[in-house]
C-alpha cells in the first residue's frame, strides 16, 4: 500500500495519529483491547494503516474459521472487530488517496459480513437517494420485532457510520432504531457519492426520515445524535425539521471555524471538497447557529468532556439556547466526545432518548 502523506518525522507523525486516535477512541468503535494495545505501541517504523490492516487480517481470519464451525456469534463479533480495527487503519489519511477509499470499501464488506451473520440484530444497509447521488446509511433495529421509533446517530470529521455500531446497538437493546448516517462530506457518501458537505445538509437528514418512514411506517418522533462535528449537524437538522422530537449534540462547535492543526485542516478540506482554508471557513460560516434566530422544539441534550482539547464548554453551551427543552451533562475529566467514558456516555444517552421517543 501507498503510504500516506505525512511529517518527515516518523516520531510526530505517530504522536499526532495517536492524539487523534487514542485507545480510548479505538475501544470505544469497538477494537479488542489487544488490537488497540498493539496499534498503539507499534514501532513508529512501521505504517500506522499496515498495522492496522494487518489486526483486521487477523480478525477477518477468525472470523472466516468461526463461521465454517458454525459459531456464527463469533464470526459476528471478529468481523465486527475487523471493521474497528479498518475505521482506524483509513484514519491515516485525511484526504481521499486511494489506499484509504480501498480501505473504506473493506471496512464496508466487513460489516456487511457481520450483519449477513447477525441473528440478534437487523443490520440494513440503506441508499438514500439526495441530490443528483445518493447518502449511505445502516438502518440497525432487533430483529424480529417490530422497529421501534428511530434515532438518527452521525459523526463528524474522520467517524462516520460504523464506527457507532456499539451506539446503534445499545439503541436496538432498548427497543429503538438506529440509522448510522454518512452524510454529505462523510464515508462512502463523499467518497463513492461525491456529495461534500454544505448548507444544504439539512436536506439529507430529512431525506434519512423519508426513508426510514418508508421502511418501518413509522410516522412519530425521531431522533438524532451527533458525535464531534457532526452534533453541529445534529442540532441543525432538529432545528429544520420537526419531526426530530430530541437531539443530542457530544462534542461539537455551533460556529466552527478551521482548527490550526494540519490534520483538521485537511480533513475539513476534504469534507467540504474545497482546496483552501478561506474557502473552508466560508462554507463553516454558513452552517453556523444563533439561538436568537435558529429554534428547534425537540428536547435538547448536550454532553461535554472537561478535558476536551478540541471544544470549549462556551462553544457548546449556545446549543443549549436552541431549545426550550434543554440539558447539559459534564464529565469534568471527559476527552473529546468522551471517549473515555464511552460505556456510561451511550447508556445515559440511549435511556435519554427512549424516554422522550416513546408513544405517550
Known amino acids: 500500500m501507498d503510504a500516506p502523506v505525512s511529517a518527515k518525522d516518523p516520531a510526530k507523525l505517530r504522536a499526532a495519529l495517536l492524539r487523534a486516535m487514542p485507545m480510548s477512541r479505538m475501544l470505544d468503535y469497538g477494537m479488542d483491547h489487544g488490537d488497540a494495545v498493539q496499534l498503539a505501541g507499534a514501532a513508529v517504523s512501521q505504517p500506522w494503516h499496515d498495522v492496522a490492516t494487518r489486526l483486521a487480517e487477523a480478525q477477518s481470519t477468525r472470523a472466516e474459521a468461526a463461521a465454517d464451525r458454525g459459531d456464527a456469534e463469533t464470526a459476528v463479533a471478529c468481523h465486527r472487530r475487523a471493521t474497528a480495527c479498518l ?11 486511494p489506499t484509504k477509499r480501498a ?48 434515532v438518527v446517530v452521525v459523526g463528524g470529521q ?33 467518497m463513492t457519492g461525491g456529495l461534500h458537505l454544505d448548507a444544504d445538509v439539512d436536506r439529507a437528514f430529512s431525506a434519512a426520515l423519508d426513508a426510514v418512514r418508508a421502511r418501518t411506517g413509522h ?62 471557513a466560508a462554507v463553516f460560516r454558513t452552517l453556523w447557529l444563533d439561538p436568537a434566530v435558529d429554534r428547534t422544539r425537540a428536547a435538547m441534550l448536550v454532553l461535554h468532556g472537561g478535558n476536551d482539547p478540541l471544544v470549549s464548554l462556551d462553544q457548546q453551551k449556545v446549543f443549549l439556547g436552541l431549545s426550550a427543552r434543554s440539558a447539559l451533562r459534564v464529565w469534568d475529566d471527559g476527552e473529546h466526545t468522551l471517549y473515555n467514558h464511552a460505556a456510561e456516555r451511550t447508556e445515559f444517552v440511549c435511556d435519554w432518548f427512549r424516554a422522550r421517543l416513546r408513544p405517550e
Open 219 to 280: 410516522d412519530g418522533r425521531y431522533g438524532v445524535w451527533g458525535n464531534s462535528f457532526g452534533g453541529l449537524l445534529a442540532a441543525r437538522a432538529a432545528v429544520h425539521d420537526s419531526r426530530f422530537g430530541a437531539c443530542c449534540v457530544n462534542g461539537a462547535d455551533a460556529r466552527p471555524e478551521p482548527l490550526p492543526f494540519r490534520t483538521a485542516r485537511e480533513q475539513s478540506r476534504a469534507l467540504l471538497g474545497v482546496g483552501t482554508d478561506d474557502e473552508a
Open 158 to 190: 474522520s467517524g462516520w457510520g460504523p464506527a457507532f455500531h456499539r451506539q446503534a446497538e445499545a439503541l436496538a437493546r432498548r427497543g429503538l432504531s438506529a440509522v448510522l448516517f454518512e452524510a454529505p462530506g462523510q464515508g462512502e457518501t463523499r
Open 103 to 150: 480501505l473504506y470499501a473493506r471496512l464496508t464488506r466487513a460489516y456487511q459480513a457481520a450483519a449477513e451473520l447477525d441473528t440478534q440484530l437487523l443490520v440494513e444497509r440503506l441508499s438514500i437517494p439526495f441530490r443528483q447521488s445518493r447518502c449511505t446509511a445502516w438502518f440497525v433495529s432487533r430483529s424480529g420485532a417490530p422497529p421501534g421509533p428511530t
Open 87 to 97: 475505521i482506524f487503519a483509513q484514519m491515516a489519511f485525511n484526504t481521499d488517496h
